[in-house]
């Protein structure tokens, strides 16, 4: 399968017609808790495989982040998952999502401290070699940061590189959250990530409510993940990216204009790469 590029669309059963029906969708996401590793994939899924869509599964439970290692019949999960899919990678998060057999029903942050980046290097050992296909995590958004944080998130996502061969699934709608609630140097996170460790983009819309920005996925993206885009775009060249929509879903006019505004801004960005040749 040949790997993203363009702009893609995250995969759910309410976009499916969309999804067979539009063009210039150049990839897809799948979500990987929302499918049966042991059923039927659904009939959309099938088809896009049949069309030869580039296809990225996406967890969000597997808790890299954790004290205890990866649980094996999640990374089985997800290694039988991107095999029936085919698909070019597997994207999890930078986070944790239980403790001592609790839930937490989100994507907690992680504490930038060194110990963390050993548990955090230790656990990325085991996914990757659990997976058939490539790993890419992805940074979160947060709405608190832990006390006596010692280093930047740029600084943060730099140790893992240094200490993982891990992909990285950049996510500027959650630099722009966490920019606007904690005065993160979303920059500074964008030029931490080498291209050659970049494998894809992820945008999204939110809403600020009680002083605080809310990721919410359901809401049209504000101008500035797409100005981090086309930053991107401009110093290390094309980028796949990749529109998230996950409830209140919006007519086709409005998905196809969420989709056009990504790829002006690629262009926007691409026109000033200085390694274009221009």
Avoid at 51 to 72: C, I, Y
Avoid at 137 to 163: C, K
Wanted: hydrophobic share 45%; proline share 8%.
């Amino acid at each position: 399968m040949k790997p993203p590029a363009g702009v893609g669309l995250g995969w759910r059963r309410q976009l499916a017609h969309y999804l067979d029906e539009a063009e210039g969708v150049d990839f897809v996401e799948v979500l990987a808790e929302h499918l049966d590793p042991k059923g039927a994939l659904p009939e959309p899924l099938k088809r896009l495989k049949e069309r030869g869509v580039p296809v990225v599964l996406h967890g969000v439970s597997l808790g890299l982040g954790s004290a205890e290692p990866p649980e094996r019949k999640r990374l089985d999960m997800l290694a039988r998952l991107a095999e029936r899919l085919g698909a070019v990678c597997v994207s999890e998060h930078l986070a944790f999502v239980r403790a001592g057999g609790v839930e937490s029903g989100h994507l907690l942050p992680l504490p930038r401290t060194g110990e963390m980046w050993e548990v955090l290097a230790e656990n990325v050992r085991q996914a990757e070699a659990a997976l058939p296909v490539p790993l890419a995590l992805e940074n979160v958004a947060s709405l608190f940061e832990w006390p006596g944080e010692g280093m930047t998130e740029a600084r943060w996502l730099a140790g893992v590189l240094e200490r993982t061969g891990v992909g990285v699934l950049l996510d500027v709608a959650n630099l722009y959250a966490n920019a606007l609630n904690h005065g993160t140097d979303a920059e500074a996170v964008l030029e931490a990530v080498p291209r050659e460790r970049l494998a894809y983009v992820h945008v999204a819309g939110g809403v600020k409510r009680g002083g605080l920005y809310h990721d919410t996925h359901a809401h049209g993206v504000p101008e500035g993940p797409r100005v981090l885009l086309e930053k991107l775009v401009e110093r290390v060249g094309p980028v796949p990216a990749l529109l998230e929509w996950d409830d209140h879903f919006p007519p086709p006019e409005v998905l196809g204009a969420e989709l056009e505004a990504m790829r002006a801004a690629q262009a926007r960005g691409l026109a000033r790469w200085k390694g274009g040749g221009a």
